[in-house]
């Protein structure tokens, strides 16, 4: 839910969260959260080059697992 995603975010880790993505054929995708500007969540989308808005896709959201990198 939100609340956990900008959880994450605060502590500076990052959702990986499931989405669907259309094109031809419909199907689920994972992209990662990076932060959140002007109200919306900004992904990046390992399928694209440019950062991403999770409103292109539907702003749904079908799982989330959080990862974070620690030197302990």
Known sequence: DEKYINECLAQNRYPIVKVHR?????????????????????????????????????NRIYSVRCVWYSEE
């Not at 994972?30 to 932060?35: D, N, P």
């Not at 390992?46 to 991403?52: G, I, R, S, V």
Request: aromatic residues 14%; charged residues 25%.
């Open 22 to 58: 259309k094109s031809f054929v419909s199907y689920h995708h994972f992209i990662l959260i990076i932060g959140a500007e002007d109200g919306e969540y900004v992904c990046m989308d390992p399928l694209k080059d440019e950062l991403t808005k999770l409103s292109d896709y539907s």
